[in-house]
């Protein structure tokens, strides 16, 4: 298990939860981050800040402080 802000450019991997419980966790589980959900880590900006993901067929541009409280599980 790693947390998103961890993976690189290319990496898919299982939301399998977020490491707080926060309005901030509530927001991202609205956006569709939801555990058991595919999620691939597609590129970020110039300083690594921010970081676009697609998870299902919407892309989803986050912070790297909201990344680091998605825990996900590697696909192998």
Same mark, same amino acid.
């Given at each position: 298990?790693?947390?998103?802000?961890?993976?690189v450019?290319?990496?898919?991997? =299982?939301?399998?939860?977020?490491s707080?419980d926060?309005?901030l966790? =509530?927001?991202l589980?609205?956006?569709?981050?939801?555990?058991?959900?595919?999620?691939?880590?597609? =590129?970020? *900006?110039?300083?690594?800040?921010? /970081?676009?993901? =697609?998870?299902?067929?919407n892309?989803?541009? /986050?912070?790297?402080t909201? *990344?680091? /409280?998605? *825990?996900?599980? /590697?696909?192998?």
């Amino acid at each position: 298990m790693t947390y998103l802000n961890m993976m690189v450019p290319g990496q898919k991997g =299982r939301v399998v939860g977020f490491s707080d419980d926060t309005k901030l966790v =509530r927001r991202l589980y609205e956006l569709g981050i939801q555990p058991g959900r595919s999620i691939v880590y597609l =590129r970020n *900006a110039p300083f690594s800040d921010p /970081l676009e993901v =697609r998870v299902g067929s919407n892309l989803i541009t /986050l912070r790297k402080t909201e *990344a680091s /409280l998605v *825990a996900v599980e /590697l696909d192998e």
